[in-house]
């Protein structure tokens, strides 16, 4: 008898080839049979209308603190994820001495917008090296996690301080390179760097200070392992990107690794500014090297109040300073000193065309109910005045607890994200899942991409989109035995509604330690998530199952490594 039958679903089995129907058996957790089945199972699904695919695989994450105390990753398995891969842009856990750890802290807060009172809640700091990280999240795990390890921690584990002041000694490299050895022996994915982000104080990460021969002496030990290198270029610059995407094919070249390099994304202000990278991509390709240019789904929308730093600011200093080093009385007063007010709306002068158009999405007032859902545009005639003094006045008004909303700011050119999800060099990723949790939510890219490019626009195959999402990338990341749906391979499956696939608008909810809240997004249309040969979540009867395994696992180990602690 078998575990587990899909029965008469319309298979799209993750190879690009047409849908076929089938039934799908399963035995411990691999797919077992596919065909005719008449045989009977301890459990049935009727997938009848329903497609059958392969789980889908999120290449870029930052799940890494919030799979210690939720190893669903939620809501991403409900939307059909069973495999994540946190561990970017030079962040991750470990390897991280007990002195280091508030300083990781501020790196997360700072880049992935992480709040302070999540760790100090919601984490019980009882580890200090990769392997010992890998044992903790193992406990409850329902997702399958592909961890990177990343170079800003590597280089604090062996530095210390010097870490952010200076580059690397030959015997610290050396001493880099075992350290990275073991966590890769431990279960690491690959190696992540950065060479744009800063620190909560605004100074360049650690992995920013190290120079070309100790990137590459990491890249010869990821060589040892075929394992990836993943990079955060200078993405605002296509002649920067370029440059960089020129250093890693010369290194996926010497040491065959695959690398990735995200975000890369239209840009309203230079649509054709792809191209030109695109370009690069495709003459280095033609050498023989591998450099995966991460493309996500969905248009870029952001969210913010002034109660947290927002990086929609980043790029106007005089307000980012304000919300990142300043208290809440500190911003409270800044809005209300007319002087100080001044300064900041003669800045703001830079984003003119954006202050119109972002929309008051919540307030908490009942006086400032009737705004919610109007841009800033139409609030400041109401108001008889502008857009930013609108913004200023609402936020004091709310005690800073007026939230905003700037709606598809790029990546909203459908002809030219179409193209380049479709380009068969494209890697689809940079869903940033797990971070930016006040700023957007991420969840459901995937929902997104079968929803508005295959159903609605016409303008990919089903089969081809599930490719993108499945075994193109399981293939890139050299994750075994996953990504298709065939007989030996492990059973992580994603059964879905072709019609009504989707995902669901942002909504707001508390549900981070120390009474944190975030933005996520619902799915819509996916029925039963299956990892690891057990239903992990259903529509009927949400979370359930847990064997979620750590993918590519400890050297020399199975990839199955079954269910969770």
């Known amino acids: 008898m078998y575990d587990l039958i899909i029965r008469q679903g319309n298979v799209v089995d993750g190879s690009g080839l047409p849908a076929y129907t089938a039934d799908i058996a399963v035995k411990d957790n691999r797919i ?40 669903c990753a939620k809501p991403a398995l409900s939307h059909g994820v069973t495999t994540i891969v946190p561990g970017n842009c030079s962040l991750s ?11 990781l802290v501020g790196m997360f807060n700072q880049i992935e917008e992480m709040p302070y009172k999540a760790f100090r809640e919601g984490v019980v700091w009882d580890w200090e090296t990769f392997a010992e990280y890998i044992t903790r999240i193992r406990k409850g795990l329902a997702i399958n996690v592909a961890p990177l390890v990343g170079h800003s921690v590597i280089r604090l584990w062996v530095m210390n301080d010097a870490a952010t002041e200076r580059t690397a000694t030959d ?43 100790e990137v590459e002496a990491l890249a010869e030990v990821l060589g ?44 309203s202000d230079n649509v054709d500014a792809v191209d030109k990278v695109m370009d690069r991509v495709d003459e280095q390709f033609a050498r023989g090297a591998r450099v995966w240019p991460q493309v996500q789904t969905r248009p870029i929308d952001i969210s ?29 007063n800044t809005f209300s000193d007319a002087g100080k007010r001044e300064a900041l709306i003669e800045e703001a002068k830079v984003y003119n065309d954006l202050w119109p158009i972002l929309v008051l ?38 005690d800073l607890d007026a939230h905003f909303l700037a709606a598809s700011m790029g990546h909203n050119n459908d002809d030219k994200v179409v193209s380049l999800l ?44 599930v490719k993108k999402v499945t075994s193109d990338t399981a293939s890139i990341w050299g994750i075994p035995e996953r990504g298709l749906l065939q007989p030996g391979y492990i059973a992580d499956i994603a059964i879905f509604d072709p019609e009504t696939i989707d995902r669901g608008v942002e909504k707001f909810v508390q549900d981070v330690p120390g009474d944190g809240s975030r933005y996520v997004r619902d799915s819509h249309g996916v029925d039963t998530v ?7 979540w259903s529509a009927k009867e949400g979370y359930q199952e847990a064997r979620g395994a750590v993918l590519p696992g400890e050297k020399g180990s199975q990839p199955e490594l079954v269910a969770a602690e």
């Open 32 to 71: 077992a049979r596919i065909g005719r089945i008449a045989e009977s199972a301890t459990r049935e699904i009727d997938a009848e209308g329903k497609i059958v695919a392969p789980g889908f695989i999120d290449p870029h994450t930052h799940f890494d603190a919030q799979l210690l105390w939720d190893g």
């Open 93 to 103: 856990l470990a390897p991280l001495k007990p002195d280091h750890r508030m300083r």
């Open 171 to 213: 015997e610290e490299i050396a001493e880099m390179q075992d350290v990275l050895r073991e966590c890769l022996d431990a279960g690491a994915a690959g190696l992540s760097t950065s060479y744009v982000d800063m620190d909560e104080t605004l100074q360049p990460v650690p992995s920013r200070y190290a120079d070309a021969r």
């Open 224 to 267: 040892e392992y075929g394992r990836m290198l993943q990079i955060v270029p200078e993405f605002y610059d296509p002649d920067l990107t370029i440059a960089r995407l020129d250093q890693l094919a010369e290194l996926s070249i010497k040491y065959s690794i695959p690398t990735t390099f995200s975000p890369l994304f239209v840009n």
């Open 304 to 332: 913010f109040s002034f109660a947290v730093p927002s990086l929609l600011f980043i790029r106007i200093p005089g307000w980012y300073r304000v919300m990142r080093f300043g208290t809440h009385e500190d911003i409270m």
């Open 361 to 398: 999405r919540q307030v908490k007032t009942e006086a400032n109910q009737k705004y919610v859902g109007k841009t800033l545009g139409e609030i400041a005639k109401m108001r008889d005045t502008t857009p930013v003094e609108a913004m200023i006045d609402l936020s004091l008004e709310e």
């Open 422 to 465: 479709k380009h068969p060099r494209v890697h689809i990723g940079a869903s940033d899942g797990g971070a930016h949790i006040l700023s957007f939510s991420t969840y459901g890219d995937t929902g997104y991409l079968l929803a508005h490019f295959v159903r609605d626009l016409k303008t990919m195959r089903l089969e081809d989109a």
């Open 530 to 536: 299956i990892v690891g040969g057990g239903i992990a």
